[in-house]
């Protein structure tokens, strides 16, 4: 549909317009009370239960393979400016990348580690749902400061 | 610069509008697990702190009597579109009056008793900012649909 | 799903959250330009042929009777913050009520009488493509300050 | 206050985020009737007029040098999510680099050209009212994909 070009851009300028101005601030000092009271594993437990919820709350239409899986997720995601996924069937397991979530521009930096937990909770719900039974997603690497994030739903 | 017209709207779609989509259900699912988590009493506490660190992060500009510190807290809240204030000196100390902020919309109906806690922070940081030392800003009522509220600071 | 409570709100107050701030003054100016240069019936046109353009490129989902339309119409309108419609057929026609665009927040409330052209372009070509050919979407009542507008589908 | 680190960034992927959703699919449509109905030249001054109403209506904080007149200019353009400029003093006159302007975002990518219309004409009018009389503003590079244009200061 359209020519793809990438640009260098400052990701701080990125950061600005990934997450809309009336939540950035909250989410921030939210963000900073989190760490300061509660361990990166607490926390990374409480965002997974928040995502789980989260999930539940936004069910996906039905799907019949990994294409339509998928489109599903975007959907959701799309709808809301919260970047998109990609899922693709591989010997270790299904790789999920997501890129371009809000979560680091909202919650902060150095929150990236632990802040990963909403979507891992997020995608453990819509595989649960979509019949993955017994099946687990783990974060392979945390969300950098694009939001971008890699998880595997592996043999649990 | 107008005239004031009011018009009976349905407050679910003045909901909508006030917490703008991108954490909406973020916002949403976190308020009902925090709902689950923990009491009343330790998420107005929690709310309270974020508060605090969230007006440290938006000071104020300088004012030199209530009209102008009005002003100053207003420029804060319009930027984000988080409603406004209105201050009045009364004989039971300064009436904090705060109309239309998004945490009733954005965390849930039944979660604005706890939620009124954020507001709670944010004033008293910004009154201790402005050298009411010794004062405390207390909860009259708490949050209701629309996202009003009414605080007091008081002598502590 | 909710219980269902109106409340009554200064129309200015819900102007704001209804247009959001980014094209808040852009399009307000363009708004006072077009005005100045053109005839309320040449705007009407103008704004008709926009809609006839937004809607081609927002196509919506098949349906087989009125419901499903109106579903069909309110998933646009409501990933868009664009309020949304009641369709109902009636002995004069088909009844178009939109509430709660965004129309007239963002370009002035003294243009609700050209702006409403848009929504007549949008729901004429949405017609055309649903299959009503010969009919014609004619306004009955312009956009007030709320962004509500009665149209109606008619035999050409 | 933070490193600066640069990413390379699909354009598109940016120009999702600096145009928010809500007016996005209306100010497509009508830059693309605008393009249809009016030549480049005559859209320019269009913009330009547009431009002019909106920089009155956003008139700038008093500033004694060019580095406060930036921060005015940047306040206005901040608050509502449209990039940022940078002024500098150079033979030629004196140089205007818009940056991130979502104008592009919205209107199109073939919009560019006559879009930076409308930048002209704020700039031209934020000029006049800071005294520059007999001074004006000319395009030396016309909108981006990035929303980034170069604007210049110059003798009549």
Chains 1, 2, 3, 4 share one sequence.
Do not use: K
Request: glycine share 8%; net charge negative.
């Amino acid at each position: 549909m359209h020519h793809t070009s990438t640009a260098a851009i400052d990701t701080h300028q990125v950061q600005r317009l990934q997450c809309q101005r009336q939540w950035r601030g909250f989410l921030h000092a939210l963000g900073q009370e989190f760490a300061a009271a509660l361990s990166a594993q607490d926390l990374a437990t409480l965002m997974a239960r928040i995502g789980v919820r989260f999930a539940a709350q936004h069910p996906l239409n039905p799907s019949e393979n990994v294409t339509e899986l998928q489109q599903a997720m975007n959907a959701v995601w799309d709808a809301l400016d919260w970047g998109q996924v990609e899922l693709a069937q591989a010997p270790a397991g299904m790789e999920i990348q997501h890129r371009f979530s809000p979560l680091v521009a909202a919650l902060g930096e150095t929150e990236g580690s632990w802040a990963t937990g909403f979507l891992q909770g997020v995608y453990q719900q819509w595989f649960d749902a979509a019949g993955a039974a017994g099946l687990r997603v783990q974060t392979i690497s945390a969300l950098d400061a694009l939001g971008n994030a890699h998880l595997r739903l592996v043999t649990a």
